[in-house]
T-cell receptor, first 113, second 116 residues
Framework: KQEVTQIPAALSVPEGENLVLNCSFTDSAIYNLQWFRQDPGKGLTSLLLIQSSQREQTSGRLNASLDKSSGRSTLYIAASQPGDSATYLCAVKYGGATNKLIFGTGTLLAVQP | GAVVSQHPSWVICKSGTSVKIECRSL??????MFWYRQFPKQSLMLMAT?????????EQGVEKDKFLINHASLTLSTLTVTSAHPEDSSFYIC????????????FGPGTRLTVL
């Protein structure tokens, strides 16, 4: 069964700290992996998309890495800000571009001012 | 960028009634739309995939007669929760895929359904 899990489930850090969120997947034959942000009661905002042939993607203070062989991805957030507080979800796609996304369990991040 | 809207954003209904949720792609043609359900503090679970003009494909464990999906046009899909019960209370999110990029899903803002 293809499963995606995220650790930790919740994380609280002081403002300015660098942090890492983890995502692991059981089947390493992925097509791509995507990180999303979800604010309370809201939809999803795509942050970064990593294709299976890529090792990492960067956008501003965010850096996502992908290690297919170990079935892992990390989302690195530099110099965290209170506005970064949200739930972060990773999602994996298998097979091809038109296939469905399998979402992880999410990490609830709170950045304390 | 591509925008997906949902209506209503929240709805409260009595047990036994039916509720329709709309998902629209505002500036692109959505050949495929997805419906997800998210219970409190849980992740998104795919309910069904619908392609324009075709019957929806439901995930295992999702009752197709209870969750009716219609994707009659390239910009609109609807999810109808029939004979809703309190256990159907959840956050329903749709996403759409199509031009400009067939590899990307664009997510709607979600609909909060509360069944009394």
């Amino acid at each position: 069964k293809q499963e995606v899990t995220q650790i930790p489930a919740a994380l609280s850090v002081p403002e300015g700290e660098n942090l890492v969120l983890n995502c692991s997947f059981t089947d390493s034959a992925i097509y791509n992996l995507q990180w999303f942000r979800q604010d309370p009661g809201k939809g999803l905002t795509s942050l970064l998309l990593i294709q299976s042939s890529q090792r990492e993607q960067t956008s501003g203070r965010l850096n996502a890495s992908l290690d297919k062989s170990s079935g892992r991805s990390t989302l690195y957030i530099a110099a965290s800000q209170p506005g970064d507080s949200a739930t972060y979800l990773c999602a994996v796609k298998y097979g091809g571009a038109t296939n469905k996304l399998i979402f992880g369990t999410g990490t609830l991040l709170a950045v304390q001012p | 960028g591509a925008v997906v809207s949902q209506h209503p954003s929240w709805v409260i209904c009595k047990s036994g009634t039916s509720v329709k949720i709309e998902c629209r792609s505002l500036d692109f043609q959505a050949t495929t739309m997805f419906w997800y359900r998210q219970f409190p503090k849980q992740s998104l679970m795919l309910m069904a995939t619908s392609n324009e003009g075709s019957k929806a494909t439901y995930e295992q464990g999702v009752e197709k007669d209870k969750f009716l999906i219609n994707h009659a046009s390239l910009t609109l899909s609807t999810l109808t929760v029939t004979s809703a019960h309190p256990e159907d209370s959840s956050f329903y999110i749709c996403s759409a895929r199509g031009l400009p990029s067939t590899d990307t899903q664009y997510f709607g803002p979600g609909t909060r359904l509360t069944v009394l």
